[in-house]
Nanobody, 121 residues
Protein backbone atom coordinates (compact mmCIF):
# COMPACT_ATOMS: atom_id res chain seq x y z
CA UNK A 1 0.00 0.00 0.00
CA UNK A 2 1.17 3.50 -0.84
CA UNK A 3 -0.10 6.71 0.73
CA UNK A 4 0.78 10.15 -0.62
CA UNK A 5 0.74 13.38 1.34
CA UNK A 6 2.05 16.91 1.16
CA UNK A 7 -0.15 18.33 -1.53
CA UNK A 8 -1.94 21.63 -1.19
CA UNK A 9 -2.46 25.10 -2.58
CA UNK A 10 0.62 27.16 -3.38
CA UNK A 11 1.29 30.32 -5.33
CA UNK A 12 3.26 30.31 -8.56
CA UNK A 13 6.96 30.24 -7.81
CA UNK A 14 6.39 28.38 -4.58
CA UNK A 15 7.46 24.92 -3.52
CA UNK A 16 6.05 21.73 -2.03
CA UNK A 17 7.42 18.41 -0.88
CA UNK A 18 5.31 15.34 -1.48
CA UNK A 19 5.78 12.15 0.49
CA UNK A 20 4.86 8.58 -0.37
CA UNK A 21 4.83 6.12 2.51
CA UNK A 22 4.83 2.42 1.73
CA UNK A 23 3.58 -0.44 3.85
CA UNK A 24 3.10 -4.17 3.38
CA UNK A 25 6.08 -4.82 1.15
CA UNK A 26 9.84 -4.61 0.83
CA UNK A 27 10.18 -0.96 -0.03
CA UNK A 28 13.92 -1.04 -0.59
CA UNK A 29 13.51 -3.57 -3.39
CA UNK A 30 11.09 -1.43 -5.39
CA UNK A 31 11.53 1.31 -7.90
CA UNK A 32 9.22 4.25 -7.18
CA UNK A 33 7.65 6.62 -9.62
CA UNK A 34 5.69 9.82 -9.36
CA UNK A 35 2.96 10.58 -11.89
CA UNK A 36 0.40 13.33 -12.22
CA UNK A 37 -2.96 13.73 -13.85
CA UNK A 38 -5.10 16.73 -14.70
CA UNK A 39 -8.83 16.45 -15.36
CA UNK A 40 -9.45 15.36 -18.93
CA UNK A 41 -5.84 14.48 -19.54
CA UNK A 42 -3.87 11.27 -19.43
CA UNK A 43 -1.66 10.42 -16.50
CA UNK A 44 1.89 11.52 -17.17
CA UNK A 45 5.18 10.53 -15.66
CA UNK A 46 7.02 13.05 -13.52
CA UNK A 47 9.99 11.25 -12.01
CA UNK A 48 11.24 7.85 -10.96
CA UNK A 49 13.95 6.38 -8.77
CA UNK A 50 15.34 2.86 -8.81
CA UNK A 51 16.30 0.82 -5.79
CA UNK A 52 19.89 1.80 -6.54
CA UNK A 53 18.98 5.52 -6.52
CA UNK A 54 19.19 6.02 -10.27
CA UNK A 55 16.82 8.88 -11.07
CA UNK A 56 14.76 9.78 -14.10
CA UNK A 57 12.77 12.94 -14.83
CA UNK A 58 10.27 14.10 -17.39
CA UNK A 59 11.66 16.97 -19.46
CA UNK A 60 8.95 19.29 -18.15
CA UNK A 61 10.21 19.06 -14.56
CA UNK A 62 13.97 18.71 -14.96
CA UNK A 63 15.79 21.22 -12.80
CA UNK A 64 12.67 21.93 -10.72
CA UNK A 65 11.67 18.59 -9.22
CA UNK A 66 13.86 16.22 -7.23
CA UNK A 67 12.96 12.65 -6.38
CA UNK A 68 14.53 10.87 -3.44
CA UNK A 69 13.92 7.98 -1.10
CA UNK A 70 14.60 6.99 2.48
CA UNK A 71 14.45 3.22 2.75
CA UNK A 72 14.70 3.32 6.54
CA UNK A 73 11.40 5.23 6.59
CA UNK A 74 9.80 3.34 3.68
CA UNK A 75 9.23 6.74 2.11
CA UNK A 76 9.83 8.39 -1.23
CA UNK A 77 9.76 12.13 -1.75
CA UNK A 78 9.16 14.57 -4.55
CA UNK A 79 10.60 17.99 -3.89
CA UNK A 80 9.06 20.58 -6.20
CA UNK A 81 10.26 24.15 -6.64
CA UNK A 82 9.43 27.01 -9.03
CA UNK A 83 5.91 25.68 -9.36
CA UNK A 84 3.63 27.06 -12.05
CA UNK A 85 -0.10 26.69 -12.72
CA UNK A 86 0.81 24.06 -15.30
CA UNK A 87 1.93 21.81 -12.46
CA UNK A 88 -1.57 21.68 -11.03
CA UNK A 89 -2.67 18.04 -10.91
CA UNK A 90 -3.30 15.06 -8.71
CA UNK A 91 0.07 13.50 -7.98
CA UNK A 92 0.39 9.75 -7.55
CA UNK A 93 3.23 7.56 -6.43
CA UNK A 94 3.64 4.00 -7.62
CA UNK A 95 5.89 1.01 -7.02
CA UNK A 96 7.51 -1.30 -9.53
CA UNK A 97 9.61 -4.44 -9.32
CA UNK A 98 11.76 -3.46 -12.28
CA UNK A 99 14.34 -0.74 -12.86
CA UNK A 100 13.61 -0.08 -16.52
CA UNK A 101 10.79 1.61 -18.42
CA UNK A 102 10.10 3.61 -15.27
CA UNK A 103 8.49 6.53 -17.06
CA UNK A 104 5.73 4.21 -18.28
CA UNK A 105 2.72 3.72 -16.02
CA UNK A 106 2.27 0.09 -17.10
CA UNK A 107 5.55 -0.77 -15.37
CA UNK A 108 4.00 -0.23 -11.93
CA UNK A 109 1.96 -2.72 -9.92
CA UNK A 110 0.90 -0.65 -6.91
CA UNK A 111 -0.50 2.86 -6.82
CA UNK A 112 -1.45 5.34 -4.16
CA UNK A 113 -4.69 7.31 -4.20
CA UNK A 114 -3.02 10.60 -4.99
CA UNK A 115 -2.60 14.03 -3.46
CA UNK A 116 -3.87 17.25 -5.01
CA UNK A 117 -1.42 19.99 -5.92
CA UNK A 118 -2.90 23.32 -6.95
CA UNK A 119 -0.71 26.21 -8.08
CA UNK A 120 -2.36 29.60 -8.30
CA UNK A 121 -1.17 32.36 -10.61
Amino acid sequence: QLVESGGGLVQAGGSLRLSCVASGGTFRSYSVGWFRQCPGRERESVAAITRRDVKYYADSVKGRFTISRDNAKNTAYLEMISLSPGDTAVYYCAAADWSSELLLSDTYHTWGRGTQVTVSS
